[in-house]
């Protein structure tokens, strides 16, 4: 394979990609631009982490003048790494040295959105970015991209969230991914890309997150005197069964209407945020709230309600 390589491989040259879509963007770790900035922060982390940029190289192979992009083991400085990237919308896989039939280059990188045999070829993904100060392509592994990515974010949100007046605070897991958060007048809220992504369409998010919060937990205090009376029906009629009076019943029935209207108005309430597991309410009033529901069920249940 050495030698293949040699043979085929002796001038080099930067290819230049067109570029159609977009991976993520510098502002707001943003979708609105077809950028990628690396600041010396972010170079940082990079060697942290050890996300790599790789170089792309570019080549033809002379028998078949077939072109072909593979990518360079050139150890790159922050200098070079610093800087403006415009996103190639292709994703790559890249040729193991183990493919003894010769389809591919070693490291050659391949269109994987095209068919090809895929045989030789490795199932990790590369994406390539443009530096749009040298014309220099350089390649990232998916994974390495997604991390980068949940970094710049996390990195925008710190900044959104403090000018806010918030204080940033930060998990420490053995064995899972760290997180920050900040403590609202309510909950506790992930900055995750679900918070990202409200905060970009609602800059007073947390605000709005409290609010409902608020409102929420102001429902859930109604439910103290419902859960009351309807348990009281229900020990009346654990005790009197069919000889409980029509008049009892009917108040039953009655109070059964009432906290199930309440019940419904909750319900509602609650489809706002349903789904987000970004925050946890500091006063979550699981006891209350399953007191009324299990109250409620039952006195349904025995009236047929």
């Not at 067109?18 to 170079?43: H, K, P, W």
């Not at 003894?100 to 030789?120: M, S």
Request: hydrophobic residues 30%.
């Amino acid at each position: 394979m050495k030698k293949h390589y040699q043979k085929y491989c002796t001038h080099f040259a930067y290819a230049i990609i067109s570029i159609s879509t977009i991976l993520f963007t510098t502002r707001a770790v943003g979708q609105e631009n077809n950028s990628l900035l690396i600041t010396e922060d972010i170079c940082r982390y990079m060697k942290e982490k050890d996300l790599k940029l790789l170089q792309i190289l570019h080549d033809t192979i002379i028998e078949t003048k077939r072109p072909i992009i593979f990518l360079g083991n050139k150890i790159l400085n922050d200098e070079e790494i610093v800087g403006t990237y415009s996103a190639i919308p292709t994703p790559y896989l890249y040729a193991r040295r183990d493919d003894r039939q010769g389809n591919y280059i070693e490291n050659e990188l391949v269109d994987k959105t095209k068919e090809f045999n895929n045989y030789g070829l490795s199932e990790i993904v590369f994406f390539l970015y443009k530096n749009n100060s040298t014309n220099k392509l350089y390649g990232i592994r998916e994974e390495n991209l997604k991390l980068l990515k949940d970094y710049v974010q996390a990195q925008e949100m710190i900044k959104i969230v403090q000018k806010l007046g918030y204080k940033v605070y930060e998990t420490n897991e053995t064995y899972y991914e760290n997180y920050y958060y900040i403590k609202s007048k309510t909950c506790e809220v992930k900055l995750d890309n679900w918070t990202y992504n409200e905060l970009k369409k609602n800059p007073s998010y947390i605000n709005s997150l409290d609010n409902y919060q608020i409102k929420l937990k102001s429902l859930v205090q109604q439910t103290v005197p419902h859960s009351k009376n309807l348990d009281k029906y229900i020990g009346l009629y654990r005790i009197q069964r069919n000889k409980m009076s029509t008049a009892n019943i009917n108040a039953w029935k009655n109070a059964t209407t009432q906290a199930q209207k309440l019940n419904n108005q909750i319900a509602k309430l609650e489809e706002q945020y349903a789904g987000n597991y970004s925050f946890t309410p500091f006063d979550r009033m699981m006891g209350l709230r399953q007191q009324f529901t299990d109250n409620l069920g039952a006195s349904k249940g025995v009236l047929g309600m």
